[in-house]
């Protein structure tokens, strides 16, 4: 099959990787802790992790789970929590006893955490305790057996432990009220585990590693089979990808974006682990002023994060005062980047803001720009290694070069599909095994694409497609512009009309310089008809703005 854009691949990066290399994560894992036994690995709350000790926690965990609980290979165990030490301890020791790892967002409500834990069957969930009412409150509807609660400083040193335990509790009031009979705390479970056997499992390429949900904001979430070979496949994949710009045990990144998103573990938890980096871990990316204090202590070589997050660093007091002279890797995703930010954020740091593109779906690296870009490119990068890309158009036909198209993909990073449907995996895929990513993009001569916008928020006017990134790339061009969504509404002459939500940086500005401005740089069937003010825009947890919710204002 043609791949057109190899002679674009960055000088030494290799067009196939080697999937048989491991067979499974903890293959990984275990070559990891032995090659950098003594190098830091996580840190959080000013407490770090050596590679060791990481060792160590995992396995007494592991342990726990196989002796104490009886958990058998392949059982789904969910973990519900924010970015704290616990976290990667209890995705690696699930991982190592042989279980699935049920990755569950702290901030569902009852009924999306009720559907993710029937659905998925998980028989354990490790919860933080600030959490612990939700999962109070469905425990009773779901299969689920045994409850490991941890508080927030469990893994921290004395005194720190208990003052932020304390605080949690008492001072800031985070934790709702609740009561799970039979459950037992994290230190618990790590402590007797300490005194049990591991018995390893053998795991292989068709075991599943992770059952990865998605498609929440826009209905009832779906689980992502994601096998050991899938995300073994896109470590390597990553690896071979910037291997030229990572020193081996070197390397300080900043993990912000939570690790129960594809994005952030893969990128960070699972590929730097491999690269034996440490993985500073960010418990509240939203109060940025004290993310800003935290950059200011650590020297850092890598930094990934969504648009939303980087605009935000660029408008926090302090920020610009940072020591940016390590860092060497800017990787934005899980969104489209804004060239305004991108350009600011090289302002700022020198350090150019490289997009990537990927899904759940594919565990979730596509495609990724070569990391020593000068500047920003608009585009979202090439395919990495062994992965093939298509634009198709909605008959299912290979467009023409330039032209958009449905961007489907191949790879063995892909998801073996979704858990339990069917009929939901065969129509993600093409009658001949290709990814729909549900993306509309474009491919330059060179080989690098460049999204256009999700098919589904695509707004047609007058017979015209308008792209709401596009538009919004524009507004936040404006220097009184903060950031903004765009939606289509209805309109009796045209179909569709352009509205865009816009959040102010500069008070004094004004709906008719804003449009005057969108009048200069955007065809008039692009130019918003609608421009409402607001203080700011629903967003995910990780970022992303819902346009769903700017629907219903």
Known sequence: MDRPWLNSYPQGVNADIDINKYNSVVEIFDSSVKEYAMRPAFSNFGKTLSYTEFEHATTSLAAYLQQTLGLEKGDRVAIMMPNLLQNPVSIFGVLRAGLTVVNTNPLYTARELRHQLKDSGAKAIIVVENFASTVQAVLDDTNVEHVIVTKMGDMLDFPKAVIINLVVKYLKKMVPPYSIDEAISFKEALSMGS????????????????????????????????????????????????????????????????????????????????????????????????????????????????????????????????????????????????????????????????????????????????????????????????TYCQLIDADGQTVASGEPGELCVKGPQVMRGYWNLPDETAQAFTTDGWLKTGDVAKMDDAGFFYIVDRIKDMIIVSGFNVYPNEV?????????????????????????SVKAFVVKKDEALTEAELLDFCRQHLTAYKTPDHIVFIKELPKTNVGKVLRRELRSL
């Open 195 to 386: 005194k049990l056997s591991l018995n390893p499992i053998s795991l292989n390429h068709d075991d599943i590693a992770f059952l990865q949900y998605t498609g929440g904001t826009t209905g009832v979430a779906k689980g992502a089979v994601l096998t050991h070979k899938n995300m073994v496949a896109n470590m390597l994949q990553s690896a071979e990808w910037i291997k030229n710009d990572v020193i081996l045990g070197e390397e300080v990144i900043i993990t912000a974006l939570p690790l129960y998103h594809i994005f952030s573990l893969t990128a960070n938890c699972l590929v730097f682990m491999e690269a034996g980096a440490l993985n500073v871990l960010i418990t509240n990316p939203r109060d940025f002023k004290g993310f800003v204090n935290e950059l200011k202590k650590t020297p850092f070589t890598a930094i990934t994060g969504v648009n939303t997050l980087f605009n935000a660093l660029l408008n926090t007091e302090g920020f610009a005062d940072i020591d940016f002279s390590k860092l060497k890797i800017t990787l934005g995703g899980g969104m489209s980047v804004q060239a305004a930010v991108a350009t600011e954020w090289k302002k700022i740091t020198g350090c150019t803001l490289v997009e990537a593109f990927g899904l759940t779906e594919t565990s979730p690296a596509v495609c990724i720009n070569p990391l020593n870009l000068k500047d920003y490119n608009g585009s979202i990068g090439l395919p990495i290694s062994s």
């Open 472 to 496: 919004e790339g524009v507004i936040v061009e404006h220097p009184g512009v903060l950031e903004c969504g765009v939606i289509g509404v209805k309109d009796e002459l045209r179909g569709e």
